[in-house]
């Protein structure tokens, strides 16, 4: 039985999926690249492997559990394992069971409240919101002693979880008790899938026809692709340029999106001889003092000279910022705050539709083929953010609100119309001509 069980032979990346041991580890990136086959067998491996475990697997929706897990699983553990349709749970001779489960509504989770799985999977995770990931989590633990608890995630770029998987697992941006070493990616493409391609060639060719966007996206794993993206322009390989001494004749200003709760972003720009703007620093905080942002900005920007800063307009309303003065308390905006520490500010074009078409137009490539804007890496979080902008539902021509403090700083560098900048000429030496040049005077008191 244990060798019907283990027919088919996996490809190297299936096999270092069966191999992780990390408490999370994500698989795929790409289409055709076997997910949904490694994602069963991981979990049945598991459960002949360890003895009373427990462990489930996930799919968002009841047809797509049914015809990607429930009816492949009724065919390769026929007198395997005995299954149970009203609970949707095979169980293994050794007491393991495989709960077979879906969450098409966003509460749909809770059902799971209060079980524990020593072992979870979820398949097209980024199918589900980082809300249902999250609780999951809560469920995802053991008492078996020496066995540790995991989760594995099948995934795709786009939809709804995109921005959560591809912070964990593609940027591996971690927030409060989150570890490195517990998150593995393994990234699959068709091209991994043997079998795939002696049985259908024909599908790599359907992956290449598709429109650029979709390519990148379905054929390569590019996670900067999604459904819905606002800014579809967007390449890695493209705008992102290595670093290199800038010029110190280039033109330099900064531009500013305040938060205190929210991020807050400063981004630093150079503008060269032809007007392309290379977006060189960063530096996005949260719960930072405005005195304490103003300190940290002259700190990065040191001797160099900023031409000027350009910052959210709502700086400029008095609220909440006092001081003691001969007549008690008067407000102060937070723009006032930074220019009492040395960091004068303009208020920033906030025209939200024509500022991201500017922006539109500085990713799009100029005559040169060379897109008009392009960032140094260390600047993380607008690399981040930038692609993960999506489509306003109420207005197409608008972003839809989220994480978009480094874009909303980078609309607002771009809407201050920097120009090309000037290189100084060199003073022109002069040469003495006693033809032309005039004689001194001699004896000044001569009449």
Not at 47 to 61: G, I, K, M, V, Y
Not at 283 to 303: I, N
Request: proline residues 6%.
């Amino acid at each position: 039985m244990q060798s019907l069980l283990l027919s088919g032979t996996p490809n190297p990346r299936q096999a270092e999926f069966f191999r992780a041991s990390a408490r999370h580890t994500a698989y795929g990136g790409a289409r055709g690249g076997g997910k949904s086959w490694a994602m069963r067998r991981k979990l049945v491996l598991l459960a002949f492997a360890t003895p009373e475990l427990n462990a489930l697997l996930l799919r968002r929706t009841l047809p797509e559990l049914r015809e990607n897990h429930v009816v492949p699983l009724l065919r390769e553990l026929a007198g395997v394992a005995e299954y149970n349709a009203a609970e949707r749970v095979f169980r293994f001779p050794n007491g393991s069971r495989l709960r077979l489960g879906y969450c098409d509504g966003v509460n749909d989770v809770y059902q799971y409240q209060g079980q524990e799985y020593d072992v979870i999977g979820m398949e097209e995770a980024t199918h589900f919101t980082e809300e249902q990931m999250r609780f999951l989590t809560t469920c995802n633990r053991t008492v078996k002693p020496g066995f540790r608890p995991r989760m594995y995630y099948t995934c795709n770029p786009g939809n709804i979880g995109h921005a959560w998987v591809k912070r964990l697992f593609i940027d591996r941006q971690f927030q409060g008790g989150e570890r490195p070493e517990d998150y593995a990616f393994i990234p699959a493409r068709v091209w991994d899938n043997k079998v795939l391609l002696a049985a259908d060639p024909d599908y790599v060719r359907q992956l290449e026809a598709l429109p650029e966007d979709l390519r990148r996206a379905h054929l390569e794993g590019d996670w900067d692709v999604h459904a819905g993206q606002y800014f579809r322009e967007f390449s890695r390989e493209r705008h992102v340029a290595e670093p290199f001494v800038l010029p110190s004749w280039w033109r330099r200003f900064r531009s500013m999106d305040w938060g205190y709760n929210d991020p807050c972003c400063v981004l630093w720009h150079a503008v060269d001889g032809d007007g392309r703007v290379y977006t060189y620093r960063e530096l996005y905080v949260r719960r930072m003092q405005a005195s304490e942002v103003a300190r940290k900005m002259r700190e990065l920007t040191g001797s160099e000279h900023i031409a000027y800063t350009v910052a959210s307009p709502d700086m400029w309303q008095k609220r909440g910022a006092i001081l003691k003065s001969e007549g008690g308390f008067s407000g102060e905006s937070i723009a006032e705050l930074f220019a009492r520490e040395g960091v004068p500010l303009t208020p920033a074009d906030n025209a939200r539709v024509a500022g991201w078409q500017r922006v539109r137009e500085y990713l799009a490539p100029a005559a040169d083929g060379k897109p008009l804007w392009q960032a140094f890496p260390n600047c993380e979080n607008l690399l981040r953010t930038l692609p993960l902008l999506m489509f306003d539902a109420h207005d197409r021509e608008d972003a839809a609100d989220g994480e978009d403090h480094a874009p909303e700083a980078l609309r607002y560098g771009l809407m201050s119309r920097p120009c090309g900048s000037r290189e100084a000429a060199a003073p022109a030496r002069r040469r003495y001509d006693p033809l032309s040049t005039p004689k001194p005077r001699v004896g000044f008191l001569e009449k």
